[in-house]
């Protein structure tokens, strides 16, 4: 089938945006049955990562504040799809990466489901900017003093006192259990 979607192993980040073609009750039944989504999608998700829902529920902040705002979605990537976006009515169906539990997938979407759009998150850079040059920013650059410490002679004593409770406890079980 020429419309079905292949989602990549390990994919992380990306939201897809489907209209529903269904009336409202078609699309509030579909929203709480976990069978019938994975049915629309044509495929087994984790439900938990598929919103299902109105689009008058998004007044005053719109579909496309909801996914630049509310999941991360650069405008850039937003505004060649706005006045789709914006044009909607009725309910929509976003699905996020981890629905797919890191499995290469296809899906196949019933009739009822049209993709408006793939987006993906803005993801966190977590490269340095700048190099650290500060000797004790150097692997194995503490003190040796400061890599293995003894214990303190107030954590010593509370270690014995726990040791001495504990086997007092244990004979005195013993005690009543044999005794008994």
Request: glycine share 8%; charged share 25%.
């Amino acid at each position: 089938m020429s419309d079905d979607l292949t989602v990549p192993r390990n994919e992380r980040g990306v939201i897809r945006v489907f209209a529903l073609s269904m009336t409202d009750d078609e699309a509030r039944t579909l929203k709480d049955d976990p069978a019938l989504i994975e049915a629309a999608l044509g495929t087994s998700v984790d439900v938990a990562q598929v919103e299902v829902f109105p689009i008058s529920d998004l007044e005053g902040v719109g579909l496309v504040g909801y996914l630049a705002e509310g999941n991360a979605v650069p405008m850039d990537q937003l505004n060649p799809d706005r006045a789709k976006l914006d044009k909607l009515g009725g309910w929509v169906m976003i699905v996020f990466s981890l629905a797919f539990r890191d499995c290469e997938t296809t899906l196949s979407p019933s009739a009822s489901l049209t993709l408006i759009g793939t987006y993906g998150e803005t993801r966190t850079d977590w490269r340095a900017t700048e190099t650290v040059e500060a000797e004790s920013a150097q692997p194995y650059s503490a003190p040796a003093e400061t890599v293995k410490k003894k214990p303190s002679d107030a954590a010593m004593s509370g270690r014995i006192a726990m040791i001495a409770l504990l086997v007092l406890g244990l004979l005195t079980w013993a005690m009543i259990w044999i005794g008994g």
